[in-house]
Nanobody
Framework: VQLVESGGGLVQAGGSLRLSCAAS????????MGWYRQAPGKQRELVAS????????TYADSVKGRFTISRDNVKNTMYLQMNSLEPEDTAVYYC?????????????WGPGTQVTVSS
């Protein structure tokens, strides 16, 4: 499975961005997908995750009410709509997919996309 993020950039505080993550390869093995972010000097943290059917969605407390995760299984693409962005949201955002084949689980990561929010 290959993951490629897009949609990052520079935006002023209060603005919006929409990130996309396109998956290719053995996408039928993917179950949970999610967005993580890593700011300079900080650990990578989970931003939001979504199961394959979209039934279970989780958000970090810091983004609840501002970010929305969604997934289009036909297009094999996941999205993260980010509104009311704050300078604290500045980070590299990574797409993650958890795949499973039999009893084996696999973690896949995209290369990341930079999001910079200016004050």
């Amino acid at each position: 499975v290959q993951l490629v993020e897009s949609g990052g950039g520079l935006v002023q505080a209060g603005g919006s961005l929409r990130l996309s993550c396109a998956a290719s390869g053995s996408t039928s093995s993917i179950n949970i997908m999610g967005w993580y972010r890593q700011a300079p000097g900080k650990q990578r943290e989970l931003v939001a995750s979504i199961t394959s059917g979209g039934r279970t969605i989780t958000y970090a407390d810091s983004v609840k009410g501002r970010f929305t995760i969604s997934r289009d299984n036909v297009k094999n693409t996941m999205y993260l709509q980010m509104n009311s962005l704050e300078p604290e949201d500045t980070a590299v955002y990574y797409c993650h997919a958890l795949g499973q084949v039999g009893l084996l689980k696999y973690n896949y990561w995209g290369p990341g996309t930079q999001v910079t929010v200016s004050s």
